[in-house]
């Protein structure tokens, strides 16, 4: 190739990922660019960070220093679980916020991390129960009885307020 061929060859711009709108940004964030998926996270971290946090906090006596990373790491296995299936549901055409989108995940994954904890604390996880090798007339009993082993979450009393 010539000097001449090389100057006139000049490589497609590619667009600035920070100037794409959410949903543009949703919807390239179901290949597998990581240019892309490192600007969603930049984007979007700190407000499923925040919202993992507050729905952590429900339970504090759960939680550990890292408890919110956990979490984090279990939200980012859940956007990417059946081939990315929460992102393909994200529809801007209907009013959403990709971040309140993304935040519904992040509130459902915190809830699924607290149950985890629980089963954890209670010294059972489910994960033992192997039923298969439970005799017949045992396998309900006993995982009625796991089941009420779990600590249920306690409903918030409201100091400022007394209800007639």
């Known amino acids: 190739m010539t000097s001449a061929a090389n100057d006139n060859f000049k490589p497609a711009a590619t667009p600035n990922l920070r100037d794409l709108d959410d949903a543009e940004l949703a919807r390239q964030a179901l290949t597998n660019d990581p240019a892309v998926w490192r600007e969603l996270v930049r984007r979007f971290e700190p407000v499923i960070r925040k919202q993992l946090g507050r729905t952590l906090a429900a339970q504090p006596a759960l939680l550990c ?95 400022r307020f007394v209800w007639r």
Do not use: C, M
């Open 65 to 159: 220093s890292d408890s919110v990373d956990e979490a984090l790491g279990d939200y980012w296995i859940a956007l990417l679980n059946n081939d990315r299936d929460w992102l393909r549901r994200f529809d801007a055409t209907k009013g959403f916020l990709l971040a309140t989108w993304l935040g519904v995940l992040a509130w459902d994954v915190g809830n699924k991390h607290l149950r985890k904890l629980r089963r954890h604390r209670s010294g059972k996880p489910i994960d033992d129960l192997d039923l298969d090798l439970e005799p017949w007339n045992q396998r309900g009993a006993r995982f009625v009885a796991f089941v009420r082993s779990i600590q249920p979450d306690l409903p918030k009393k409201l100091d």
